[in-house]
């Protein structure tokens, strides 16, 4: 039976995409011995079926394509006897490890099994790099074997996570077979080209890189030319124009000035003994980040990961320039090699809660977004596309025109709001972007493609990407560029993803066959349920001992000495100044689209307005019906009184029910204004305009139910003056609110802190005791001039009781008494102004609320990085002052 070698359809990875850390070590090493020899064939095999032990760690041999296995059959029969029936399941597929074949019988039936099991998919390039290049027979195999029937159960053994060397880097490459090289041409060429351009500016190892073959679909969405606004890193039509750097495994060493030539928008990112701290009841303050030093720099993935609560987003946080008020920093953060200042619009941030407009469908949210974000000069259509792309992108075109929903009204899933959240921040290309759990809630298909939009969008617009992300799937970690792996806030391991497996053997901890190499990081590294880890040491080691073995043996690394020196060399490079990422629409467009997205949301929030309409028609039948047709009697008067303060302070203080939507809108200005969407003039703009329209529905309608079922004065104007200035009191009411938003976030104590703060206003406002009867100098000067309701409560009286004149009761006093007189003696007004006089003061007031809610924001926003620069720690000093007591051996 003639022999011939095949090639099975089995790819390594799902998409072709997703190919090539070229470092990556494989579970199984076939050859490290001569070639020649059977018995060498076998021990590989021994070697495979019993993990490493922690000596043999050190020296987990890689798969080798260059090395031929050529001339022992019985290496074959013995791989073969080995594999597929194995009850490890855990090996690699023969054809794995034998790069070149000898003719062989069992081969064949082998080779065709792989071949019925991995029908339909295609052959990745980088097994063609397995056919001997002299065989002819190659290529009509490999084509026969396209039209195999796929059957077998082997399905089971096919490995997650392989080598998956680039067939850029192969130096079998230029052999391929001629029929796959014209189906891969392109996406060679384009990997080729990729992997050079990164080449340049990673410092450890250019075969780690990942170099992903762009789908058709991609290019089409990422290379549109309105997306190309922003400088862009070469892509694979682009030469570079500096010769690449030798290919060397620790070039750390390469020439710092091409980096900010060819990036010189770019941003480097660097961290050097990065400690922050928080409050503890029992020790003073524990650190929550423990002396980290490392870098992102741009057109790269950095990945933070670690075990839950370890700090992967507090050091997102730090990075950021966004830790809590209650931390403590030390150490440097500096970006381009200077101190800057980072959030309001530098860098975008995607947190983990995804605090989205849930009135809004997908494409509303991202267009407005896109409008808000997006240069002026850039026409309106141009905008809509790329919103429109860029939905897509995260594969959210079956969604578009699903509400995002929320609290109470169920829409878009928990991935779905995700990929909105990021899709509204990656709009403008920042050129630091930092990802908090980007792919939490999301499945592994989702989350892969998701990370390699991203990744390719950064690699293409030079943006700089550090993202924590819990667990990645094998394809998703492959997509990394360097991975900074944390336990207890200290770091296990930075550097390069692709050499991660390598430290992790070397160590005593060999990431066993088949098993995704983040979930071996982290089992390895968890502490927090303290099981005895499987691997490495036998079983015998504890978590916390692991840890710290590589804890220690990461500081004493080369690749810890590599990162400190890459680190040095961009601080010292002091790169350009980082430009504001904020938006590029002028004031106007950002306050008319955020006039219009707010009168959406408010409208479809039943919350906002329309339950309060409701609730205010309700409450003025009641006034209505029990205050009806009031008439003109003496007794009268204390009832006009009573319904005017009534309307004055009880409906004004129902404006307080829009409170938790309110703060939802708060939220969303919170995330938008750090990542600089917009400016705070512009949110008060647009939430006061958007208003307008509802406040004066709600004045109107009820306004007019109780004014004229009271029977109150009689002419047009009277109710005008009345209708107004019910709204304008709502309207302050709602500017006070949004003032205590500004001070306390939460709802329910905002809510508790407002009511509070009108009670007080309505107990001096000088109706429960009269004015002249308040007590100095507190209630009277100056709380009775503060209160609102003192010129609400007089411009309602002065509307009301001018012109009107009711029968004296009195004894001895004159016939009637005048609305004049009243005002005066009864409700003790002061007469010296007009009623307009009292409008106008309210009208100054909701300005000035606005103003105060505007003043708050900025200070705050100014104070607090003051505030943490005092108490931020000089590196020099951080070791003293904030060592770890508790591990001191580690700090
Ligand atoms: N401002 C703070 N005040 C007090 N403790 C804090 C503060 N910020 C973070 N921590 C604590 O620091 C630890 C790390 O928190 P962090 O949110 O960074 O973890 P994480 O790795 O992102 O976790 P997860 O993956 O679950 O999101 C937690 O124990 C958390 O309670």
Redesign the pocket.
């Known amino acids: 039976m003639e022999t011939t070698i095949q090639v099975p359809r089995w790819t390594p990875t799902p998409s072709p995409t997703s190919s090539p850390r070229g470092p990556n070590v494989p579970r199984w090493a076939p050859s490290p011995s001569p070639p020649s020899s059977p018995k060498r064939a076998m021990k590989s095999e021994s070697f495979e079926s019993n993990p490493p032990s922690s000596q043999g760690g050190n020296q987990v041999p890689r798969w080798n394509p260059n090395e031929p296995n050529t001339s022992s059959p019985r290496g074959y029969m013995q791989n073969e006897s080995f594999e597929p029936s194995s009850t490890k399941g855990t090996h690699l597929p023969k054809w794995n490890q034998s790069p070149s074949r000898p003719s062989s019988p069992k081969r064949q039936i082998r080779d065709e099994n792989f071949d019925e099991l991995e029908m339909g998919t295609h052959l990745p390039t980088w097994t063609q790099n397995l056919i001997p290049p002299s065989s002819p027979k190659g290529a009509m195999k490999n084509e026969s074997l396209e039209l195999s029937p796929p059957s077998s159960p082997r399905a089971s053994h096919v490995p997650r996570w392989t080598p998956s060397p680039s067939p850029s880097r192969s130096p079998k490459g230029p052999s391929r077979n001629e029929s796959f090289d014209d189906l891969e041409r392109g996406s060679v060429a384009s990997e080729e080209d990729m992997s050079s351009d990164m080449e340049k500016f990673f410092p450890f190892n250019s075969d780690s890189i990942s170099t992903s073959t762009r789908p058709p679909l991609d290019s089409l969405l990422l290379e549109a030319p309105s997306l190309r606004n922003l400088p862009k890193v070469k892509t694979s039509s682009q030469k570079p124009d500096v010769e690449q750097p030798k290919q060397n495994k620790n070039n750390v060493t390469r020439n710092i000035d091409m980096d900010f030539t060819s990036k010189s928008n770019g941003v480097f990112l660097t961290w050097k003994d990065l400690w922050?701290t928080?409050?503890?009841q029992q020790s003073g303050r524990?650190p929550?980040?423990q002396r980290l030093t490392g870098y992102a720099q741009p057109g790269e993935v950095l990945a933070?990961m670690?075990?839950?609560?370890?700090?992967?987003?507090?050091?997102?946080?730090a990075l950021a320039g966004r830790?809590?008020?209650?931390?403590r920093q030390a150490g440097e953060i500096l970006i381009n090699g200077r101190k800057q200042r980072l959030a309001f619009g530098t860098s975008a941030y995607v947190t983990?809660d995804d605090t989205l407009m849930t009135t809004l469908t997908v494409r509303e949210a991202v267009h407005y977004s896109a409008q808000l974000q997006l240069p002026g000069s850039m026409p309106t259509s141009a905008k809509k596309e790329r919103a429109e792309m860029t939905i897509c992108e995260m594969g959210l075109q079956d969604c578009i025109e699903t509400r995002i929903g929320g609290w109470g009204k169920k829409g878009l899933s928990g991935g779905q709001k995700r990929r909105v959240s990021i899709c509204i921040e990656i709009l403008t290309r920042p050129k630091l972007l930092f990802l908090?759990?980007p792919t939490s809630g999301l499945d592994s298909a989702a989350s892969y493609h998701v990370m390699d939009r991203i990744v390719k969008l950064a690699h293409r617009e030079g943006i700089t990407v550090i993202a924590?992300i819990?667990q990645p799937s094998s394809e998703v970690f492959e997509l990394f560029h360097n991975l900074c792996l944390?336990s207890s806030?200290k770091t296990v391991y930075f550097g390069p993803a692709s050499m991660a497996n390598e430290f992790f053997a070397k160590n005593g901890f060999p990431c066993p066959s088949l098993r995704n190499p983040s979930d071996h990081y982290l089992r390895t590294i968890n502490k927090d349920f303290d099981l005895d880890i499987e691997e490495g040491l036998g079983g015998a080691t504890s978590t916390e001992e692991a840890i710290n073995i590589l804890v220690r043996a990461y500081k004493s690394s080369e690749t810890c000495q590599q990162v400190q020196g890459r680190v040095s060399e961009i601080c010292q490079q002091k790169g350009g100044v980082l430009e504001k990422k904020g938006s590029q629409a002028s004031f106007a467009t950002q306050c008319l689209v955020l006039t219009k997205r707010s009168f959406v949301n408010m409208y479809r929030d039943l919350g906002y307005y329309w339950l309060r309409l409701a609730i205010y028609i309700a409450l003025c039948l009641c006034v209505g019906t029990i205050f009806y047709d009031i008439g003109f009697s003496y007794g009268s008067i204390q009832a006009r009184g009573s319904m005017l303060m009534f309307v004055a302070a009880f409906l004004t203080f129902m404006a307080i029910g829009g409170f938790p939507s309110f703060v939802e809108d708060m939220k969303i200005f919170g995330r938008e204004r750090l990542n600089g969407h917009y400016g705070v003039g512009a949110f008060v703009i647009g939430n006061s305009l958007s208003s307008i329209p509802y406040l004066l529905m709600i004045s109107l309608i009820p306004g007019a139910i109780a004014y004229y079922l009271v029977h109150l004065q009689k002419g047009f104007e009277h109710f005008v003056y009345f209708a107004i200035l019910l709204f304008v009191c709502m309207m302050l009411v709602e500017s006070l609110m949004m003032m205590v938003a500004s001070i306390v976030p939460d709802f329910l104590m905002g809510i508790i802190t407002g009511a509070g703060i009108q009670g007080v206003m309505m107990l001096c406002g000088g109706f429960f005791r009269l004015p002249n009867d308040l007590p100095n100098p507190f209630w009277k000067y100056p709380m009775y001039y503060i209160a609102f309701h003192k010129y609400a409560n007089q411009g309602f009286y002065k509307n009301e009781f001018e012109g009107l004149t009711f029968p004296n009761n009195q004894v001895g006093g004159a016939p009637t008494i005048t609305g004049e007189e009243i005002l005066q003696n009864v409700w003790q007004v002061e007469m010296g102004y007009s009623k307009w006089i009292d409008l106008a003061i309210l009208f100054g007031m909701v300005v000035l609320y606005r103003l105060m809610f505007l003043g708050i924001i900025k200070t705050v926003e100014k104070v607090k990085p003051m505030i943490r620069g005092l108490f931020a720690v000089p590196p020099e000093k951080s070791k003293q002052i904030l060592e770890d007591p508790i591990d001191p051996q580690y700090a």
Do not use: A, Y
């Open positions: 922050v928080v409050p503890d524990r929550i980040l933070i670690g075990p839950s609560g370890c700090g992967k987003s507090t050091l997102l946080d830790l809590g008020s209650n931390t983990q908090d759990e924590s819990h944390l806030g």
